[in-house]
């Protein structure tokens, strides 16, 4: 599978490198060539220094052929942009989006994006952990 990254943060680069080593064909977009330091040194992805919501990063990074795409970056505005570029321009079939406020969440999928909150990821399993 051809997957698309866009956002190198720690979950980003741990999600890029589970996928390599499941030996999907992986690619990494972020604007900060320094992000790509949070690859591991045996990563065998491609990574494009860019911004993605620009097309032609888009293009550079292959999303003509990508399998799906994930937005991770920290911006909820740029995962939504994105996401929908993936979605509608480029017709990915997967695409998921991350978002930090899950307030949004109802209109991301009413434009018909998946979501991922890590908010309330995080808050669930708290409570799980705290077994009340």
């Keep these: 599978m051809r997957v698309i990254i866009l956002g190198c943060g720690r979950v980003g680069a741990k999600l890029a490198e589970l996928l390599d080593a499941e030996g999907h064909e992986v690619v990494v977009i972020d604007r900060d060539p320094e992000a790509f330091r949070r690859l591991p040194p045996n990563f065998k992805g491609t990574v494009v220094v860019g911004v993605g919501i620009d097309e032609d990063v888009l293009r550079r990074a292959g999303i003509e052929q990508a399998d799906a795409f994930i937005a991770l970056t920290a911006g909820d505005n740029t995962n939504v942009m994105a996401s929908q570029?993936?979605?509608?321009?480029?017709?990915?079939?997967?695409?998921?989006?991350?978002?930090?406020?899950?307030?949004?969440?109802e209109t991301f999928?009413?434009?018909?994006?998946?979501?991922?909150?890590?908010?309330?990821?995080?808050?669930?399993?708290?409570?799980?952990?705290?077994?009340?």
């Design 85 to 105: 570029i993936a979605q509608h321009v480029f017709k990915v079939p997967t695409v998921i989006s991350q978002i930090k406020d899950p307030i949004r969440e």
């Design 109 to 132: 999928h009413m434009l018909g994006i998946d979501t991922v909150s890590p908010t309330i990821l995080g808050a669930d399993k708290i409570r799980e952990v705290m077994a009340i």
